[in-house]
């Protein structure tokens, strides 16, 4: 008997011949359902009597198509609430059937699973006499983390609750989602269900009990913390949070996303619906970063399987003639056979091109050398353009895109360094070009590899946006391309070479493009067509499912990793705590600008007052005597 008199049934355990109802909750920003969707239900259908999927927004044809075959019912409700309101909506469906069921297993579509097994669990719980269960558990915590204050109570996590009937027919779960809050954010799903469910009907004396509890593994929050432990003992999912979380804060917890990986696969679950979902989900150098999606090749071939080859064409821009026979070389790195697709600015290099491969004696395969039309967009506009249908042909399997790229005006130094970054991190040497290769042979879905972001020589870091955030947010809406752009930097092939699948560019090749787009004075300067359109190929082919892999040689991250690790050690030494802090201290802060006093003195609003820097700003350029005096002192003559 609790506080108020009413007493709680009994806990139970679920009946051997108990009927379960699963309550499964999709969000999807196209409407549309990811593959692991489908598999994650059918691995539970021989386990649950009825399957309730309801979706939060809209629901396309296909979408609808790829549920149906897996799901009992489908309930398609306005997006508000986050899935706690989805479940409302379920329960409100449902009504007196629920009646029906011995448990109700309330989830959604943040993990992957079945990653192991779902009955062993299900099993060892179904013996436990408790009203209700979650797959994993949070500790609790004072200060609550999310406020700062308070206690944030120990709490089932709510991915994955499962209530029995002694529990969803008593008054008191009817009275709970009767006054269910309304929750606009995530931090109110958070706070105002997540962190209270299991305090609420614990202290209301219904008992709870938990599979893979945290007091087992060395974090609080071992779903995030401690997933392959997780996985090891048994846990059916993984959450999808250590692949699209903050990269610094998972690197503040040393969590490994490629290690995760390593074990997910492991266990035999199929990655190609891992990936699509993330590279269609996720921004891609924020996956590049969680899941350690760079490889480093080694020289030797011990990947390449030459009894799979696939059909390759290079893709050579070659303006500087004088680097025919350097490209040539790079390309003669490719296992086995290829053709190749010269484009150049007129027929006397066209002439020139021919002599340098001629002297080379038999090609590779096919020889196709084409004069463009005009230069305007270089590159860019040779490829998508003048290569539109060796793109669209479905000949091949992969394409190989070069250009002479010698950057003369950045000085000698910088546009060698950046030349061979491009070249010898693609096509370094026989045995390395073969296990870039085998990447392609053994990952269906990865849809284009390139050479990590350059940055010796370059001010990329922090900046490599540039001017062209705007215009590659517009070319995605126009082609309706759903990827989250990322925030600081793009994860981008910067020098425009990759090896990629054509079926990953559709979307950019079949578009009409026409070289009258890529003219004018302001076309290759930054914010262009042609900076826009380098910008662009892993979030199109994230939209197709195709994810992003880069790749470097050993020599290569000796020379970037110690610059990089310089430069990271000089920008930390003045600022607060880890690198965690530090970011957020700075970003906190905002732009230097110009270093002025004013400058500073927003900083420093923006720090300690936060949302007293328009009002300063508002006196300042007031044209009053208080306004005069500031600008004089804050903005001094130069």
């Avoid at 593994?217 to 392959?228: E, G, I, M, Q």
């Avoid at 590899?449 to 940055?455: A, E, T």
Wanted: include cysteine; proline fraction near 7%.
């Amino acid at each position: 008997m609790v506080s108020d008199g009413s007493v709680v049934p009994a806990a139970q355990t679920f009946p051997s011949d108990g009927r379960r109802l699963v309550v499964y909750v999709v969000w999807d920003r196209r409407g549309d359902v990811d593959d692991y969707i489908p598999f994650a239900l059918q691995g539970l259908r021989d386990d649950a009597a009825h399957i309730l999927v309801v979706v939060n927004g809209e629901l396309s044809a296909h979408g609808r198509a790829r549920l149906e075959p897996v799901a009992d019912e489908i309930l398609v409700r306005p997006n508000s609430g986050f899935d706690i309101w989805a479940h409302k909506a379920a329960l409100d469906h449902l009504g007196e059937a629920v009646a029906d069921y011995d448990e109700i297993i309330f989830t959604n579509d943040t993990w992957f699973g079945p990653v192991r097994p779902y009955r062993p669990v299900l099993e060892r719980m179904a013996h436990q006499p408790a009203h209700f269960w979650g797959m994993t558990d949070h500790a609790r915590e004072e200060p609550n983390p999310f406020t700062k204050k308070g206690v944030l109570h120990y709490h089932l996590q709510s991915f994955w609750i499962a209530v029995r009937r002694s529990m969803f027919l008593s008054e008191a779960w009817r009275d709970y989602w009767r006054d269910l809050p309304e929750m606009p954010s995530y931090f109110d799903a958070v706070l105002k269900h997540e962190a209270v469910f299991t305090h609420h009907f614990a202290t209301r004396g219904f008992s709870h009990a938990v599979a893979f509890s945290s007091a087992d593994y060395p974090t609080d929050h071992p779903a995030l913390f401690n997933a392959d432990l997780l996985l090891a003992d048994g846990c059916p999912v993984i959450k999808r949070r250590p692949f699209f979380h903050y990269p610094p804060f998972l690197d503040r917890h040393a969590v490994v996303g490629r290690e995760l990986v390593d074990a997910v696969a492991a266990y035999g679950y199929p990655m190609p619906i891992f990936w699509q979902n993330l590279a269609r989900n996720v921004e891609p150098k924020v996956l590049n970063a969680d899941a350690g999606m760079l490889e480093v090749l080694p020289d030797v071939d011990v990947s390449y399987n030459g009894g799979a080859p696939l059909r390759t064409v290079a893709v050579a821009h070659i303006f500087y003639v004088e680097m025919t026979n350097e490209m040539l070389d790079r390309l003669d790195t490719l296992p086995g056979a290829y053709d190749l697709v010269v484009t150049t600015v007129d027929s006397e290099r066209a002439a020139r091109i021919r002599q340098f491969i001629e002297q080379r004696g038999t090609p590779r395969g096919a020889v196709d050398i084409r004069v463009v039309h005009s230069n305007d967009g270089r590159d860019q506009s040779a490829f998508l353009v003048g290569c539109r249908d060796v793109l669209l042909g479905g000949e091949y399997d992969l394409v190989v895109k070069l250009h002479s790229k010698k950057t003369p005006q950045d000085g000698f130094n910088i546009g060698r360094h950046f030349k061979d970054q491009q070249l010898r991190n693609l096509l370094d040497s026989p045995g390395y070009t073969a296990n870039l290769i085998a990447l392609f042979q053994k990952e269906p879905g990865l849809g284009i590899v390139y050479p990590p972001m350059i940055h010796i020589g370059y001010p990329t870091m922090g900046r490599a946006w540039w001017a062209n955030k705007k215009g590659v947010a517009e070319l995605c809406a126009r082609l309706s391309i759903k990827v989250p752009l990322d925030d600081v930097s793009p994860l981008a092939p910067f020098g425009s070479m990759f090896i990629a699948r054509p079926e990953a560019l559709r979307l950019l090749v079949q578009e009409p493009w026409n070289y009258e787009q890529f003219g004018g004075a302001a076309a290759y300067e930054d914010g262009g067509l042609a900076h826009v359109l380098e910008r662009m190929p892993s979030y199109a082919a994230g939209e197709l499912g195709f994810h992003t892999r880069t790749a470097a040689n050993a020599e290569y991250m000796a020379i970037s990793h110690t610059a990089l690790e310089y430069k990271l050690d000089q920008l930390s030494a003045t600022l607060p705590g880890d690198t965690l802090d530090a970011i957020h201290y700075l970003r906190g802060a905002g732009n230097v600008g110009e270093g002025r006093l004013i400058d500073f003195a927003r900083m420093y609003l923006r720090l300690h007052h936060p949302g007293t820097g328009a009002a300063l700003r508002r006196v300042v350029g007031r044209d009053t005597p208080l306004g005069r005096g500031l600008r004089r002192i804050l903005r001094p003559p130069r």
